[in-house]
């Protein structure tokens, strides 16, 4: 009698118990091992308290549970469940990551606007400081040559905050030798520093002294928005001489700067020294333009360090080879000055001090932050002089001069479009129709849908138009 058959004979309930398979041998092979039978009792599932697992196991090994495997049971969801509670973990790293993202752009952003007000004040208020030294100071070429000369102070100051940053170790001479590379692998000769600065010192010069020369002849407000016609000037020279990409809206930015060229020219009837001072302002746009198309050529994409040494060379050629024609026009007594006690020092530093913080922020805010932020920089110096002379100076803008800097910085606006803007704004105008055709989908189904209920009250069914 089986033990089944004792249970029921001493009244007891009866109990299945399900025996693992015990390997079969065949006649003449070796019986197995301890441990193969001990590896064979350690593959059954192993059953917990409540025997539940065991249960759910055997359960789902009978019916082919599909991609069950042996000991997925309940607390393997539990287990689950447990290893799902690290995620937040991770979400929330990665809202850090995103809040941190955001928070540098929304840094960069506001560092870009203050750079802007920075520019444009600066600039504002190197002009305006021009127009007060003219009062008692009637010497254009010796202030553009006495400001040029600062430029000395950029590789000192570029040098001073890249220590206080990164705390280097070099010495001025070894990183203004390793800047020097920019002329080439042998460093700076002076073949080349003849050779490379001079074209460049000397454009630098007629810019400056045309645009003193300008304001000499017209309002600030005048003399800064035919500046800003040398971002059309850039744009021409570097499609015919760069090959820089065509782009139709930006010759028609350029037609419009030459079309406030004209007008303002027109302003006053094409005489007088509304007209010369038109002419002096466009000379100088011109000339910053090639400089800037020259720079981009031989500068390529250098870094600040190059760049700062480039421009203190600048200020040393300025200061060894251009002294010589103020000393002439001062024996010509064509800028005579006087002595040197009488010149207005405090206007001249000044003077000079703004023009370097300007140049310094025009290099370094294009590093820092976006270049499209300093254009608009300089083009806010427009309104900014108007300001001043209306409120200081009491200037009366006629309408044509009003329509004339409107076309202009209308223009320079053009300019600063990016080479993409047709396809991103194409893009842009799509995935507003896709989402209002969309939503017009919705309605039309949301009406249709009221108007079959309504029917269905009332009774009455509705036949669509064929």
Same mark, same amino acid.
Request: with cysteine; aromatic share 10%; hydrophobic share 45%.
């Given at each position: 009698?089986?033990?089944?058959?004792?249970?029921?004979?001493?009244?007891?309930?009866?109990?299945?118990?399900?025996?693992?398979?015990?390997?079969?041998?065949?006649?003449?092979?070796?019986?197995?091992?301890?441990?193969?039978?001990?590896?064979?009792?350690?593959?059954?599932?192993?059953?917990?308290?409540?025997?539940?697992?065991?249960?759910?196991?055997? #359960? @789902?090994?009978?019916?082919?549970? /599909?991609? +069950?495997?042996?000991?997925?049971?309940?607390?393997?969801?539990? $287990?689950? =469940?447990?290893?799902?509670?690290?995620?937040?973990?991770?979400?929330?790293?990665?809202?850090?990551?995103?809040?941190?993202?955001?928070?540098?752009?929304?840094?960069?952003?506001?560092?870009?606007?203050?750079?802007?007000?920075?520019?444009?004040?600066?600039?504002?208020?190197?002009?305006?400081?021009?127009?007060?030294?003219?009062?008692?100071?009637?010497?254009?070429?010796?202030?553009?040559?006495?400001?040029?000369?600062?430029?000395?102070?950029?590789?000192?100051?570029?040098?001073?905050?890249?220590?206080?940053?990164?705390?280097?170790?070099?010495?001025?001479?070894?990183?203004?030798?390793?800047?020097?590379?920019?002329?080439?692998?042998?460093?700076?000769?002076?073949?080349?520093?003849?050779?490379?600065?001079?074209?460049?010192? #000397? @454009?630098?010069?007629?810019?400056? /002294?045309? +645009?003193?020369?300008?304001?000499?002849?017209?309002?600030?407000? $005048?003399? =800064?928005?035919?500046?800003?016609?040398?971002?059309?000037?850039?744009?021409?020279?570097?499609?015919?001489?760069?090959?820089?990409?065509?782009?139709?809206?930006?010759?028609?930015?350029?037609?419009?700067?030459?079309?406030?060229?004209?007008?303002?020219?027109?302003?006053?009837?094409?005489?007088?020294?509304?007209?010369?001072?038109?002419?002096?302002?466009?000379?100088?746009?011109?000339?910053?333009?090639?400089?800037?198309?020259?720079?981009?050529?031989?500068?390529?994409?250098?870094?600040?360090?190059?760049?700062?040494?480039?421009?203190?060379?600048?200020?040393?050629?300025?200061?060894?080879?251009?002294?010589?024609?103020?000393?002439?026009?001062?024996?010509?007594?064509?800028?005579?000055?006087?002595?040197?006690?009488?010149?207005?020092?405090?206007?001249?530093?000044?003077?000079?001090?703004?023009?370097?913080?300007?140049?310094?922020?025009?290099?370094?805010?294009?590093?820092?932050?976006?270049?499209?932020?300093?254009?608009?920089?300089?083009?806010?110096?427009?309104?900014?002089?108007?300001?001043?002379?209306?409120?200081?100076?009491?200037?009366?803008?006629?309408?044509?001069?009003?329509?004339?800097?409107?076309?202009?910085?209308?223009?320079?606006?053009?300019?600063?479009?990016?080479?993409?803007?047709?396809?991103?704004?194409?893009?842009?105008?799509?995935?507003?129709?896709?989402?209002?055709?969309?939503?017009?989908?919705?309605?039309?189904?949301?009406?249709?849908?009221?108007?079959?209920?309504?029917?269905?009250?009332?009774?009455?069914?509705?036949?669509?138009?064929?």
């Amino acid at each position: 009698m089986t033990s089944s058959e004792g249970v029921l004979e001493r009244g007891e309930q009866p109990c299945i118990r399900l025996e693992p398979l015990k390997k079969m041998h065949l006649p003449g092979k070796a019986t197995p091992t301890g441990g193969s039978c001990a590896a064979l009792i350690d593959s059954s599932p192993k059953v917990t308290a409540n025997g539940v697992h065991d249960i759910e196991d055997r #359960i @789902l090994r009978i019916t082919g549970y /599909y991609g +069950y495997n042996p000991g997925y049971s309940s607390h393997r969801k539990e $287990d689950g =469940s447990e290893s799902h509670a690290e995620t937040p973990s991770s979400e929330t790293s990665r809202e850090i990551r995103s809040y941190q993202t955001c928070t540098n752009t929304a840094l960069k952003v506001l560092g870009g606007l203050l750079m802007v007000l920075c520019v444009s004040s600066s600039w504002v208020g190197t002009t305006q400081l021009v127009k007060l030294t003219f009062q008692s100071f009637s010497c254009p070429f010796f202030i553009s040559w006495f400001s040029s000369n600062w430029n000395i102070l950029f590789f000192p100051i570029y040098y001073s905050g890249h220590v206080i940053i990164t705390r280097e170790k070099q010495t001025p001479i070894q990183k203004f030798r390793e800047c020097s590379k920019l002329f080439g692998e042998e460093g700076m000769t002076l073949k080349l520093f003849v050779k490379r600065t001079a074209p460049f010192s #000397i @454009l630098w010069t007629l810019t400056n /002294y045309l +645009y003193l020369l300008a304001l000499k002849k017209l309002t600030a407000t $005048d003399v =800064s928005a035919l500046y800003c016609c040398h971002k059309a000037f850039v744009f021409l020279l570097s499609w015919i001489v760069l090959k820089d990409r065509f782009m139709g809206v930006r010759i028609v930015a350029a037609i419009m700067a030459i079309t406030g060229i004209v007008m303002m020219a027109y302003a006053d009837g094409f005489h007088g020294d509304s007209f010369v001072g038109v002419a002096l302002a466009v000379g100088s746009a011109s000339t910053s333009a090639l400089y800037k198309v020259m720079l981009k050529m031989f500068l390529g994409s250098a870094n600040l360090g190059e760049v700062a040494h480039f421009l203190s060379t600048m200020g040393f050629f300025n200061l060894i080879f251009i002294s010589c024609v103020p000393l002439i026009l001062y024996f010509t007594k064509v800028e005579y000055w006087g002595s040197l006690s009488s010149l207005p020092w405090g206007y001249m530093c000044g003077l000079a001090g703004l023009w370097l913080v300007f140049n310094i922020l025009v290099h370094v805010g294009v590093v820092l932050t976006y270049p499209i932020l300093i254009s608009i920089g300089t083009l806010l110096s427009v309104p900014g002089n108007a300001a001043v002379d209306v409120l200081k100076h009491e200037v009366i803008f006629s309408v044509v001069r009003l329509a004339a800097t409107c076309i202009i910085c209308l223009g320079f606006l053009l300019l600063l479009l990016p080479e993409e803007w047709d396809s991103v704004t194409l893009r842009f105008l799509a995935n507003i129709t896709d989402k209002k055709s969309e939503e017009h989908g919705e309605e039309l189904t949301d009406s249709s849908v009221n108007t079959r209920s309504r029917s269905r009250a009332n009774g009455a069914v509705s036949i669509p138009l064929a």
